[in-house]
């Protein structure tokens, strides 16, 4: 691992691929819609490159390179949300080691939040029945007010409203958007090799230290490096 001599003070978590396992019910609900429309589906596999930049360009990865236009994109975003709403928890879990973590900081005083490219209903909907046992300074997803990441509005207005310099908050992450929004706000970006990609992507779009386990956040905390 990197070390640094900055002592965390702070952590932000992405949400899907990172805290949660949400893969399967986020494939399912768009595969509904593309079977829906009359088009195919797609393994559960391929969904670990369709996410991670907000449920539009998810839905327009997923449909067909010709069927692209925004009433196709529109319609088939609305029917997949629709059918996630009902099915958002039919398999989504916290991954392993998570719950230990998350405990682990808070019992520490460590001011957590959770930054999503996930629509923000959805965002307080998950963390609010899955993570319920931790307090998170904010929990934020994408919004009218706050844009996708890599935009860094959100993560700022969260580090100002913790009070802490950028530097001195620990960014937790599994795709290279996730990489790109620590590196550009000044956070310790760190990658996730649990969640849906993989770490030469981590690496090359500025992850600081690659984690194969929650354990290994655990240990960059007590180490403060």
Known sequence: MECTTIKFKAAIFDLDGTLLDTLDDLANSMNYALCEMGFASHPVEAYKYFV??????????????????????????????????????????????????????????????????????????????????????????????????????????????????????????????DMKTAVSAGMFAVGALWGFRKADELLKNGAKVIVETPRQVIELFKENC
């Open 52 to 177: 991670g930049d907000g449920l539009k360009t998810e839905t327009t990865r997923a449909l067909p390179p010709d069927n692209r236009g925004e009433q196709t994109v529109e319609k088939c975003m609305k029917i997949a949300r629709e059918h996630y709403s009902q099915h958002w928890a039919d398999n989504t879990r916290a991954y392993p080691g998570i719950a230990e973590m998350l405990g682990f900081l808070q019992d520490k005083k460590i001011p957590l939040a959770v930054l999503s490219n996930k629509p923000d209903d959805f965002t307080q909907l998950t963390v609010g029945k899955l993570l319920c046992d931790f307090a998170f300074e904010v929990v934020q997803g994408v919004s009218e007010k706050v844009k996708k990441k890599p935009d860094i509005c959100g993560a700022l207005a969260i580090i100002e409203k913790i009070g802490v310099q950028p530097n001195e908050v620990l960014y937790l992450g599994d795709t290279d958007t």
